[in-house]
């Protein structure tokens, strides 16, 4: 079984319990460990984080250990980085064995040919979001952030991510838009007209959805593992299903 989810944001300060969360994502990892081949992380795992030389940011033990566990079993751990949790320059690779992608990429699994990715900077319209994705990515600005002290550094960065996100819900931009103004499913059926691929697979949006295009291809959006503790399946015949931990969405 191949297993696909994201947005944990874990370390937000819009976390009323981070800890629980926390072990909350271990027991569903573990569960997981018990029939995948593979795990992929599509993203945002953590709400902030930003890889410095010599200091590794607090927190995030369980989850860590966790993923190496995983990759010291044999299970290949896939982590596709998004909007929060991009600066990372070796220390998951090092430490976890973990396999890190920094672009979306096409890829055969189960014998279904998958575009995966975060989501985020994928049809991006406004001169806001292109002028924040072009900071974002910018090598440059990237290791000039790294001259702030750490302390400086990490309290920036979750402040603005929780900035960030009560924007984001106080707009209800985080709720289903429908599929003529969703712009991962116009993403996919541009994509469509270019080359036919089985599923598309996203996190970003928070939302849990599984819809079927004209061209017999499908896209699904993951969820999050905040308030859904969604995620998607791929069986060795190729069948994807997204589901929600029953048990760690009730508790």
């Not at 990237?142 to 702030?148: D, I, P, S, V, Y």
């Not at 009560?166 to 969703?182: I, M, N, P, T, V």
Request: net charge negative; with cysteine.
């Amino acid at each position: 079984m191949i297993y696909f989810l994201s947005d944990a944001h874990l370390g937000s300060l819009l976390q009323e319990h981070p800890h629980e969360q926390e072990r909350r994502i271990c027991r569903l990892l573990e569960r997981m460990r018990q029939d995948a081949s593979a795990i992929y992380l599509m993203g945002d795992m953590i709400d902030f984080w930003y890889e410095y030389r010599y200091v590794v940011p607090k927190g995030f033990t369980r989850f860590f250990g966790k993923l190496a566990e995983l990759t010291d079993s044999g299970i290949d751990v896939h982590y596709f980085t998004g909007n929060h949790d991009q600066w990372d320059f070796g220390y998951l690779q090092s430490e976890l064995g973990v396999q890190v992608h920094l672009h979306p990429e096409i890829v055969t699994l189960s014998g279904k040919r998958c575009l995966l990715a975060h989501g985020d900077g994928l049809n991006v319209r406004s001169r806001g979001e292109k002028i924040i994705n072009n900071i974002f990515h910018s090598h440059t600005l990237q290791h000039a952030f790294r001259g702030l002290h750490p302390t400086l550094g990490m309290r920036f960065g979750l402040r603005w991510s929780a900035s960030n996100r009560r924007k984001e819900l106080a707009s209800g931009h985080k709720d289903y838009q429908g599929e003529q103004q969703e712009w991962l499913v116009q993403y996919a059926k541009q994509h469509e007209q270019q080359e036919h691929l089985d599923y598309y697979i996203f996190g970003h949006r928070h939302i849990m959805l599984d819809l079927e295009l004209a061209t017999a291809s499908r896209i699904v959006i993951l969820g999050d593992l905040m308030n859904h503790y969604s995620f998607a399946q791929l069986d060795e015949k190729g069948q994807l299903q997204l589901r929600y931990d029953t048990e760690l969405f009730e508790s």
